[in-house]
């Protein structure tokens, strides 16, 4: 049996750079761990980044106030060669970021974490067996199978293995009615963090229209069943009803998205002046 000492867990970095640089450095990395303990206390509101992918939407999701941000490569265009810089401009701003990936390419999560994630939100998790493999491509050994490689960002960690396998937050989306039916397998599988609920999907595996009494009948005996220790997830279209699913114990929220807001809030905006045409108009 090995020495727990010298474990490849516990690898002290000898490149390791502290000071305040490498402690800015390193926090960014460890936002997995903001973000779940905010989930944890009770609430953590986020959104999407589909549509609008750049820096200066992260830098006003940030402003906004959101508590971390989703960068989706599910349902957009989106690909590598800008997925760093995104990464890094949210964290800049102190967003802890995750990235919901297409596809299940054995290497496709661990080179998103290696760009610089917090996290994973993984779509369409229908059995215990996928979970396992998410698991495994997301944490290094023991945890799991993740490759390493002794990148310059991982210096400003003393012990970057055991820092990275703490700190990646790991959400596993139920989506279909089979998701639904073999929820507790999923969730009794080591290292996940959260289950998150994609309603719009699960109207389509149910064969109901999205925003249906059964989607949220199917979410609120989900939550029932789950242990307390698991957090729960779900995307809501009406801010307003934030308060109700986060008593329901779906304190990891969704909501929105970032073209979504965008043309609401342009939306809102002509509507004010033309508003105000008509005053003008009828001389008021």
């Known amino acids: 049996m090995n020495d727990d000492a010298d474990s490849f867990e516990s690898w002290t970095n000898p ?4 000071g305040d640089r490498g402690a800015r450095l390193a926090e ?5 761990e903001v973000l779940r303990s905010k989930v944890a206390a009770g609430w953590a509101l986020g959104t999407f980044v589909i549509e609008q992918p750049s820096p200066a939407t992260l830098g006003a999701l940030a402003l906004a106030g959101f508590d971390f941000v989703i960068i989706d490569m599910e349902h957009s265009a989106l690909d590598f060669s800008h997925l760093e810089t995104l990464i890094a401009a949210g964290q800049s701003a102190g967003l802890p970021i ?3 990936p297409c596809g299940e390419d054995p290497g496709l999560i661990g080179r998103i974490l290696d ?3 917090n996290g994973i939100m993984a779509p369409r998790v229908e ?9 495994e491509q997301s944490r290094f050994p023991p945890a799991g199978n993740r490759g390493f490689s002794p990148l310059t960002r991982y210096d400003a960690l003393q012990r970057p293995l055991q820092a990275l396998n703490d700190s990646v937050y790991l959400v596993l989306q139920i ?7 073999r929820a507790g397998e999923i969730a009794a599988v080591p290292g996940v963090d959260a289950l998150f609920v994609g309603p719009y999907d699960l109207a389509l595996s149910l064969g109901v ?7 949220h009948s199917a979410a609120g005996k989900l939550a029932e069943s789950m242990p307390r220790s698991l957090h729960l997830g ?3 279209d009406d801010p307003a009803a934030c308060g109700d699913w986060a008593a329901r114990r779906f304190a990891l929220q969704c909501v929105s998205f970032d073209g979504r807001m965008l043309s609401g809030a342009a939306r809102s905006t002509v509507a004010a002046a033309r508003q105000g045409m008509k005053r003008k108009d009828r001389g008021g």
């Open 98 to 100: 995750l990235v919901r």
């Open 127 to 135: 059995t215990p067996e996928r979970a396992r493999a998410i698991v």
């Open 115 to 117: 760009i610089g994630a």
């Open 175 to 181: 989506e279909g009615r089979g998701a639904i039916e």
């Open 28 to 32: 960014s990395q460890r936002y997995g």
């Open 15 to 18: 490149l390791f750079v502290g």
């Open 209 to 215: 229209q999205p925003g249906s009494t059964l989607v």
């Open 234 to 236: 779900i995307y809501v």
